[in-house]
């Protein structure tokens, strides 16, 4: 005599379900969530994988699901199934992740989670039962609720005209390439159960091999939701169910598909501070004893078009700053001042902590196009100066309180082969003028950004004629 | 120098970035993000680094997915993360109220822009009531750290991945745009994390198939012990979670208080006003949930009146009315939609207020004066 017993899978007592019925599920008589529950813990048990296993539970009838399989459970957001089981295979790789969801949980509100897991072939399985109404909210339509039925929120019958069509969503999933197994199956009969136990068991099975997205779709019984006794809930999948949703395999690649790769490296903490490009200090404070710092706070205006290299010009002068052991901050053109033909940022240099990081009065401009000399002149402090390149702005700053420095950058860089080192010709310009930033700091900057020799030489070369020029004029 | 205190040569780097390498070194081997600016480069420098330490990145199909995918990898047991600006932050807040429901440690780093609606990308702190009030459903906390520097994302993102596991729950990193596009000196901690695994977490293995992750308790009896559960553990991290800057407090008269980009710039205002002779000083708050409420309380008792002053419509400024009641005047100075103010309008403002006080407080003495 065989003696009927439950799956290992599933908890003997079912402890974690409230009430005095321990043995029992909550599930209505008829219902086919059981059914495809037990399928599954069989599938578990027989590929041996019960302690990998993770369950993710829906919001829905299953959102219980956790009272009955004795295997790790995580219930997530409504819809939210297939994007949490990515969370977790991709941190737990060698976990087997088990999805499990209801038409309006996978086909209405979570459609986009499931689209894009599908097609991304997250390496999981989503059992998907499709009852065609919501069960747990009280019968209300589901995105395959098929035409004429009548539900609470589609009393007199769905109509495709107000509702649109019944989704399909095997057939939708298999137009995507990433999927190795689409199958649509019922549980009606033996014949149809055993198909429906063989589809469990290859979903799973693909996965354990590592293979990637499988997806079986059981159309199933809701007796309480359809109105109807458990027998004619049963006809009526044969009868219109499994019409409008053929039976049948909608992708199988299982044989043709490699298992994904998967990580398994951990790195030490020296590996994680190479990887970050990270150096631990192990003397003393950096800029300590070797400090050159500047006076006072100075507060820099970079400004010219997008390309011409402002942004970089700004870092060079924060970064070379910083290793000479003052407090900095750069700030990119963010916000209002983006418009109107100018790219700019902001750079802060002080021995003491720097308060706001925004310059609206600075006290040195470098501007490379009209525009961004027309925006910033009245920007300057008396007393401060304005670098402006003379290649390209003819009309000189009309202000006698400041100092104005014309350098024609452009064409220096021009003369020394590329238009684009004139952002380092102004860096020059700004260092004979200043005195700032130093030349050790500056090379130092310039080695650890730049990496071409031969365009590092370029830069060089270029921040001496800006010097040379500066000097000539008597900038300083 | 001791362990903790080993810190790596300072690098120039935006605090976006910072935010990044700083998470890698808390251990954090899992990242699913989606983009907007101004929160991008954190997705960047993700997709940079985790690859590199055999850790995830994934861009995920949505804010809503990214937040689920952290809800599992979280649940899983992993250091995880999340970054995003306040329209993807409003989308992501069903995540983060089951996160905050299933007890699960997730580091969210926002970077605030202007809003409502798509607003633009220029930077606001019109995030405080959806992140320090809870923008989710139900009954919550984050706690919300706001960096002002470069150098504190670093600090308070690998901070918040302890804190996280401790209480097990959503930290929430609240920057506004500067803090995150500025470039600061940052001298980032060495690799510390626990190499322990979390006994809770449903892993994937044989010593976690009892464990569940859930954040349904259909018994209302349940759910009120689970919620006085999550409550115990706020009351334990409003008790050591709160922190706090003090800048010249100290005989200050007038107080400004203001988190965030806008604590930079009160800074320079109370130097200002210093070098004019007049006492005033700032508070700000770094917790914003905890909210330093016992410490404005106490200014209370010495103090002519706050200014606070936010890149808003004036939230944070209702925590602070509570704390100090009716007891000295609570002013506020806003600006908003990405426009920001500058040193000399808040300074400005500090004038109007000081001779206002000054001006009552003579109107004061002289109807005193007959009494006498």
Redesign the interface.
Known sequence: MKVLEKPRSFYQRFD?K?GAHPYTTHYCPGCGHGVLHKLIAEAVDELGI?????F??PVGCS??A?YYF????????HG?CP??????????P????IGYQGDGDLAAIGG??I??AANRGEDISVFFVNNAIYGMTGGQMAPTTLEGMRTTTTPRGRTILNEGYPLKMCELLSSLPAPVYIERTMMTDGKHLMRTRRAVMKALQCQVEGKGFTFVEVLSQCPTGWKMDPALSLKWIEENLAKAFPLGVYRDEVKDREPHKR?????S?E???K??E?????GAE??DGHARLVKGPIRFKFAGFGGQGLMLLG?VV??AG?RAGN??????S???EMRGGTANCHVVVSND??????V?ECDQLLAMNRPSLAKFEATVAPGGSIIYDSSLIETPPTRTDVKAIPLPATEIADQIGSTKVANMVMLGGLMAHLGFPGDEETRETLMSRVTRRELLEKNFAAIEAGKDQVQRLGGR | ?TPDK???????IKGNEAAV?AA??AGC??F?GYPIT?ASEIAHAAAD?LP???G?F?Q???E???I???????????R?MTASSSPGISLKQ??IS?AAG?ELPIVIVDIMRGGPGLGNI??EQSDYNQMVKGGGHGNYHLIVLAPNSAQEMCDLTFQAFDIADRYRCPVCILAD??IG?????V??P??AFPKSEKDWA?????E?????????D??PE?LEKHILHLESKYAEAARNELRWEEYRLDDAEYVLIGYG?VS??????V?KARAEGQRVGMLRPISLWPFPSAVIEGLTRRVKGFLVVELSNGQMVDDVRLAVGRQVPVHLYTRCG???M???EVFDKVQEWVAEAQNEGAREAAQLLPKI
């Not at chain 2, 449903?202 to 044989?206: F, I, L, P, T």
């Not at chain 2, 976690?208 to 349904?216: E, G, P, Q």
């Open positions: 974690r409230p019960r302690d990998r296993t993770i993710v539970s959102v219980f956790y004795d295997v790790g459970n995580i219930q997530v957001a939210r994007a949490a089981a990515t969370g977790i295979k991709r941190s737990r060698d976990s087997i992740v986009n989670e689209l894009h990580r398994t490296w951990i790195p903490d590996d994680v501070l990887e970050l990270l150096t631990l200090n192990l950096s800029g870092e924060a970064d910083m407090h900095v901050t750069w700030l990119p963010y916000g209002p902590p720097i308060g706001s990081p925004v609206g | 120098m080993l810190r790596t040569e300072r690098e120039l390498k890698v070194l081997r899992s699913f101004p680094y590199l330490v055999g995830t994934l995920a199909e949505s809503i997915g990214a689920n995918m952290c809800y599992g990898a979280a649940a899983s047991g992993v995880c069903e995540g089951y299933a220029a930077p745009g500067f596009q500025m470039m600061e000196p001298a980032f060495a690799p449903v892993r994937g293995d044989a976690t198939t009892k464990n569940f992750v859930t954040s349904i259909l018994e349940a980009i930079r710039i009160l800074r320079t205002v130097e990405g426009m920001v500058t040193t000399k």
